[in-house]
């Protein structure tokens, strides 16, 4: 099995500070990381500055606010990216962003971005995706408020765009997500469906929904990252810290182990305790010429004896020779017919 991609989401975790954000790119890589993520966009080229109902956040953690002040906070500056990347690269990880708008995209490609991620409420930007998967790099797409369909011309898109390569992250888009709305196997059928690989963009609180989807198959986990969560910010509430990003990627690690692969062995030899099987022995003292039954020969552990599926084969039939209890019961024991 291969490993399992484990991105540190860094977001708007930087509390607008660039030290911060390279220092929480060493701490992901210290955590066990083998990626971190930023996302590429300004308030501008992701929306507008507009007061109207239709701007104004509503329901969720971000209440009260409009979407362009929002964003105006939460956002990476570009001119950070180049130091980012760099200091992943030095730590030995992997980073890579979100882009939000073409032009993102064309910038990136000048930092020699390595995979593409779509965000879930980009997904029925479908121009912006033709044009990301043109560039030919590798497309993570998250499915957070996706339809079915919505899904069906994401991938359709990539598609025709030449770029076959597509990873479906399943995804909660509450923050934080609550544990019962994960619903993993909608994972599971992401992969049978659009034949894709999947993974998850994790958005609860811990790391059990991680793990499981690990267990189910996932190639590509993503969780938010943070120094500490007294930095504040818009992601800071749902985000994990250094110590407890270390114990998700223990634990996914551990499962990784625990799948292992498809084994059956062939030799008895090699199956350490084989030798506690059951077999048959002989159940008391018997004489030469006694018929065997079920209360003289029987099937005990432990499992040098012949075979139990030999039994119903012995029943009925005499023994050729003395025997006592505790023996090895063999072929050669019987009578001739």
């Given amino acids: 099995m291969s490993k399992t991609f484990i991105v540190a989401e860094l977001s ?6 660039l030290d911060i954000a390279l220092e929480s790119v060493r701490a992901a890589k210290a955590a066990g990381a083998d990626a971190v993520k930023i996302q590429t966009y300004t308030a501008d080229t992701i929306t507008l500055d507009c007061q109207k ?30 130091a980012i990347f760099e200091e992943a690269a030095k730590a ?10 073409k032009s993102a995209v064309d910038f990136l490609e000048g930092l020699g971005n390595p995979y593409c991620k779509i965000a879930s409420f980009e997904i029925t930007d479908t121009p912006l995706i033709a044009y990301a998967a043109s560039k030919g790099k590798p497309m993570i797409i998250s499915t957070g408020v996706a339809l079915p369909e919505d899904i069906a011309l994401a991938v359709e898109t990539c598609r025709k765009a ?53 267990a189910l198959g996932a190639t590509l986990v993503e969780k938010h990252f943070i120094l500490d969560r007294s930095i504040g910010g818009p992601d800071a509430a749902f985000s994990m810290e250094k110590e407890e990003f270390a114990a998700m990627v223990k634990a996914i690690r551990n499962v990784e182990k625990a799948l292992g692969s498809v084994t059956y062995p062939t030799d008895p030899a090699t199956i350490k305790g084989r030798e506690f099987c ?14 065997i039954t079920e209360e003289n020969v029987r099937s005990v552990r432990p499992g040098f004896g012949l075979h139990p599926r030999y039994l ?24 001739d017919d």
Wanted: net charge neutral.
């Fill in 12 to 17: 708007a975790n930087h509390g607008h500070r």
């Fill in 53 to 82: 109902p239709d701007f104004q956040v509503k329901g969720t953690l971000w209440d009260g606010r409009t979407l362009y002040h929002l964003y105006q906070e939460a956002y990476t500056p570009w001119e950070w990216h180049k």
């Fill in 162 to 214: 030449g770029n076959g390569d597509i990873t479906l992250l399943k995804c909660t888009s509450s923050y934080p997500a609550p544990v019962e709305d994960a619903n993993l196997r909608t994972m599971v059928d992401m992969k049978e469906r659009y034949g894709v690989k999947v993974g998850l963009s994790d958005h609860t609180m811990g790391y059990d929904v991680a793990v499981a989807a690990v």
């Fill in 278 to 291: 059951r077999s048959l022995y002989v159940a008391r003292d018997m004489k030469a010429g006694e018929v």
């Fill in 312 to 335: 119903p084969q012995l029943l009925g039939r005499r023994l050729r020779r003395d025997a006592t209890l505790g023996e090895r019961f063999t072929l050669d024991m019987l009578e």
């Fill in 92 to 101: 030995g990880l992997v980073c890579f962003s979100t882009p939000f708008d």
